[in-house]
């Protein structure tokens, strides 16, 4: 897909659900053309892992997602061998008589008793978008081997030889910056930090996500969402949170944010007991 300016992919995001505001579409569109990894970071909930299933949706492209977690090595990452497979290839060739040692060790190093994991399975799909979600919870290890990937989209697999991505994927690395990203990785990548949105946009998402939800109702949990941002919690909601909060609240019915309803499905917003006691204890779900 020709996708000929910042402005045409917001227009393209937004068809698919996604408002993304000129700072975002500007990076990916950049990404795009340039052929970067994007690497996105801010807080959880605010984005950072839609926005590469929606470029996924409107390039028409698999979605190929690594999802990161301390331990995580180039193994769990690149590919594996079949052993159960190949081991009843052996025991078949035996049953039928083979004894050539040679031709069974090529036969069991066949690309068929490959299991492509995700970075492979993005190398070897033309069109893809790679997903790297939550690069800052793997270890200085894997960062360091991704960066290697990332540079020129090879993976050497000594039995088979060298697999090279024709058309490299469109890749999406993100991070809730639970630690900082080596400047390397980050340097390869156009970089964008992604806030909260405004309350004027938290109330088109929700209204643009959500279509039963009625604006009184968006207008009144953006404001909430917005007191809670700014109250020193623990864990302030994202909009993915927001999103699930006014879900649980249509499901109950509600058209406006009562004070009832509010607090009984607050757990749909909130993940730590501190921050609900603070947010029912200090008037944040009122609408005055």
């Not at 690149?78 to 078949?92: N, P, S």
């Not at 993005?122 to 960066?147: C, G, H, K, M, N």
């Not at 949170?241 to 009832?260: I, R």
Request: proline share 5%; glycine share 6%; with cysteine.
């Amino acid at each position: 897909m020709d996708i000929q300016s910042p402005g045409k992919l917001i227009e393209l995001l937004d068809r698919h659900a996604y408002l993304a505001d000129e700072g975002l579409a500007t990076a990916a569109f950049l990404a795009l053309r340039m052929g970067r990894p994007l690497f996105l970071e801010g807080e959880a909930g605010v984005g950072k892992t839609e926005l590469a299933k929606t470029l996924a949706a409107l390039l028409r492209a698999p979605l190929i997602r690594l999802q990161c977690y301390e331990g995580l090595d180039a193994a769990q990452a690149l590919y594996d061998w079949d052993f159960a497979r190949q081991l009843l290839h052996l025991k078949a060739a035996e049953a039928a008589g083979v004894t050539d040692v040679g031709r069974l060790e090529g036969e069991i190093y066949d690309r068929r008793f490959l299991i492509a994991r995700p970075l492979l399975k993005a190398i070897e799909t033309q069109p893809s978008v790679l997903l790297v979600d939550e690069i800052d919870r793997a270890d200085d290890e894997f960062e360091a081997f991704l960066l290697e990937v990332l540079s020129d989209f090879t993976i050497s697999i000594p039995e088979l030889g060298t697999i090279r991505a024709e058309t490299p994927p469109v890749v999406v690395v993100t991070s809730n910056r639970t630690r900082e990203v080596h400047d390397a990785l980050k340097r390869r990548c156009l970089y964008h930090w992604l806030e909260h949105p405004g309350y004027d946009r938290e109330v088109a998402i929700l209204l643009r996500r959500l279509p039963r939800c009625t604006e009184a109702l968006a207008l009144q949990v953006a404001r909430a969402a917005e007191r809670m941002r700014q109250a020193g919690l623990v864990k302030p909601p994202g909009v993915a949170e927001t999103l699930d909060w006014t879900e649980a609240l249509l499901t109950l019915g509600a058209k406006e944010l009562n004070p009832e309803l509010a607090a009984a499905t607050l757990g749909a917003a909130l993940k730590y007991r501190e921050d609900v006691v603070s947010v029912l204890g200090g008037g944040l779900l009122s609408h005055d």
